[in-house]
């Protein structure tokens, strides 16, 4: 009997492996962890045709503090490949005498409503305000930007190259924005603006409370500022189920797959760096307090807008990396909007902090250059001395650091994208205007070449009072 168990232990383990390793054998392969796809609405951008171009004999401003008399820049392939005082190109190039003439960055404006709130103005076109909740960030601008909105074309014309579109102010998170390149097209993924991160609207002060101050609140400051903290707690919890869940994923657990909340997602990805914030906000106080809550939930404000009383706090902007963007002299509309300056942004740039002119209106922005003009001079008024290199960073450079788009477009350097303005004159000039603009070397609007004027399929037609098409 002894024998007899041995043997029969012995054949049952033997059996008992075989029949494990069948076990193993047919057991299907682990699925992948579940992933999220954070853009499935990706740019499908191509530029336009360009060809080698040289533009010789010009002022030259580069966007980054550099001015150059009569200098020259080469563009070919789409992207700046030489830029100085002398410049050679090879044989064929078209070349562009610009005697007297100027040449700068293309300008970026990091506040626009075009195409979300389309001209014409009627209810129809009205698709900024997703004024149904106090946080709507799981909105998309993109989704409601009419690309036939002439008003792109009127931006090219003004030597606006490219632009952020936010939705508005009414909610404390309005939702994402979305940066584009300001070139005529059919749908919205055929202008963004490749490898730009999204963005997040976000508004402080009267604008929330008045919207939701009979609808459940928040009505009062302090309402607002809870209900941003109460995203940020849910945003981070949202957070932590995901980082856990793949935690346990290669722990080899087999964890529950967290409930996708677009909302959330978006409040998530500002957490983990991936979306840039730009928020609504007029008074130094709105500001500092914001800056308090960046610290308390991680997270980094790109720019506040609209900021009029950045002047108070510019030694805080400057501490804690934030942009500051602004008119040249438009306040006064509204009590938060009361106590702005004209010197606001020569005095933000002076104390080292990042200036930026913005529109906020789809006339503004066609003439930006003209807005950082004006600031330019009430700065000299007052004896802030800024030279007109280092002011055109206002339009250019720093619009595109706050998107975070500086390493392609901005400034005049080598490698970076042919997004450029040549202008009749000095561009701080209230008689200057743009002769040519291009966006990625290829010409988007020549001055002299009316049949080149782009015209959406909206104005087929019906042109606008004045307009010459």
């Keep these: 009997m002894k024998i007899l168990s041995t ?49 010789t004999n010009v ?20 992207k700046i490949k030489a830029i100085g005082k002398s410049v050679s190109a090879p044989d064929g190039t078209k070349t562009i005498d610009g005697k007297g003439q100027w040449v700068t960055p293309g300008i970026i404006d990091v506040h626009s409503h075009l195409g979300v709130y389309a001209t014409p103005d009627t209810a129809s076109h009205s698709d900024g305000n997703e004024m149904t909740n106090p946080v709507t960030a799981q909105a998309w601008a ?22 952020q579109i936010l939705p508005g102010s009414a909610n404390l998170v309005g939702g994402r924005s979305v940066t584009v390149k300001n070139v005529p097209n059919r749908v919205i993924q055929d202008m963004k603006f490749p490898g730009a991160p999204y963005g997040i609207k976000m508004a402080c002060g009267e604008n929330p409370k008045r919207v939701y101050g009979k609808k459940g ?29 793949y935690a346990e994923y290669d722990q080899g657990k087999d964890p529950k797959v967290p409930k996708r909340d677009l909302k959330l997602e978006t409040l998530a990805g500002v957490l983990d760096g991936e979306i840039i ?48 963007s602004m008119w040249a002299d438009w306040w006064g509309f509204k009590m938060e909007a009361y106590d702005g300056i004209q010197e606001n942004i020569p005095m933000v740039h002076a104390a080292g902090a990042c200036a930026i002119v913005h529109s906020d209106d789809d006339k503004g ?7 950082a003009a004006k600031a330019w001079g009430n700065g000299k008024r007052v004896g802030i001395e800024i030279s007109q290199a280092d002011a055109w960073q206002w339009l250019s ?17 080598v490698g970076k994208n042919a997004d450029l303005v040549l202008w009749s004159t000095d561009p701080f000039s209230t008689y200057a205007k743009t002769v040519n603009v291009y966006i990625d070397g290829a010409l988007a609007f020549d001055r002299n070449d009316p049949s080149s004027w782009p015209v959406s399929d909206f104005e087929l037609g019906q042109p606008g009072e004045g307009d010459s098409k």
């Design 217 to 245: 609140g928040p009505g009062t400051r302090m309402g607002n500022v809870a209900g941003y903290r109460q995203a940020w707690a849910d945003a981070q919890d949202y957070k932590n189920k995901w980082d856990r869940y």
């Design 59 to 78: 002022h030259i401003l580069d966007g980054v503090g550099g001015y150059i008399e009569s200098g020259s820049v080469f563009i070919s392939d789409g």
């Design 397 to 413: 450079a720093n619009p595109a650091k706050s998107l975070g788009i500086f390493d392609q477009t901005g400034s005049l350097e």
């Design 365 to 371: 922005i066609q003439r930006l250059n003209q807005e």
């Design 7 to 55: 043997y029969a232990g012995v054949s049952l383990s033997v059996l008992a492996s075989v029949l494990l390793a069948s076990c193993d054998a047919e057991q299907p392969e682990k699925e992948p962890p579940v992933t999220l796809n954070k853009n499935p609405f990706p740019s499908t951008y191509q530029a336009m045709d360009s060809e080698p171009t040289l533009i």
């Design 277 to 324: 914030v730009h928020m609504h906000c007029y008074r130094a106080d709105d500001m500092g307090t914001m800056l308090d809550v960046m610290k308390e939930f991680n997270y980094q404000i790109g720019s506040f807008h609209h900021a009029v009383e950045s002047y108070k706090i510019a030694d805080r902007l400057k501490e804690n990396n934030v942009c500051s």
């Design 142 to 163: 993109e989704h409601s930007i009419w690309p036939q909105d002439p008003g792109f074309h009127r931006a090219l014309i003004g030597g606006v190259t490219s632009l």
